[in-house]
């Protein structure tokens, strides 16, 4: 479901060019008017041992959904026995980055705020700031990841305990879908 450079995705048959900003998110009535519910409500422990590496705490999933590579938003809506139209529009979020001078969209699961309900409305282009925000993946539950073995590029190979430039940034995983976009030009 990758497009080439430069043109708006494509998905439910339509292409998807409106940017939300945050101001447009559906509002929260268990929020009041001096509450942030895009924190949450505790700051995460140190790393028992770092030389474990990643041990599912889960404090990444509790901060920001990783980003899904060409291909694999497709094989989580089969994980839960979805169409893949169906799933973009329950769970995801299309993200947008320049790189290399070219606006990259891809697929991310939705924030969810700290009262669990959803940051911005799924299946939409969200903005820049809607980024920086921290928010539970709507996957990730108390038990873990809801689609662990088909979990985003970035989760798959993202360890708390690296160094950034040894985990994928995003940068990384636009280039997938720039290389992917390329790939499906005739």
């Known amino acids: 479901m990758s497009q080439p ?5 494509r998905i439910f048959g339509r292409e998807e060019a ?4 945050i101001a447009d998110a559906e509002p929260n009535a268990a929020q009041g008017p001096d509450t942030n519910p895009y924190w949450l409500d505790e700051e995460p422990q140190e790393h028992p041992n770092p030389e474990l590496g990643c041990i599912r705490r889960g ?6 959904p990783g980003w899904f590579a060409p291909g694999e938003a497709e094989a989580a809506a089969e994980q839960l026995g979805m169409a893949p139209d169906a799933f973009v529009r329950k ?4 993200d947008q980055l320049e790189v290399d ?9 939705v924030k969810l705020d700290r009262f ?3 940051a911005m409305p799924t299946g939409r282009q969200v903005d820049g700031l809607y980024r920086a925000l921290r928010g539970v993946c709507v996957f990730f539950t108390g038990d873990g990841c809801r689609i662990y073995a088909a979990r985003p590029y970035e989760c798959a190979r993202y360890v708390c305990t690296n ?5 994928p940034s ?13 790939a499906d030009d005739p």
Do not use: Y
């Not at 769970?91 to 299309?94: M, S």
């Open 116 to 118: 669990g309900a959803r």
């Open 18 to 21: 409106a940017t939300r900003k």
């Open 170 to 182: 995003h940068e990384d995983i636009a280039r997938l879908w720039v290389q992917a976009a390329a």
């Open 59 to 64: 404090i990444c999933c509790r901060s920001s």
């Open 5 to 9: 450079p430069g043109r708006p995705l």
């Open 101 to 109: 001078g070219v606006a990259v969209q891809v697929f991310a699961p």
């Open 163 to 167: 160094a950034p430039a040894d985990n």
């Open 91 to 94: 769970f995801l979020v299309v």
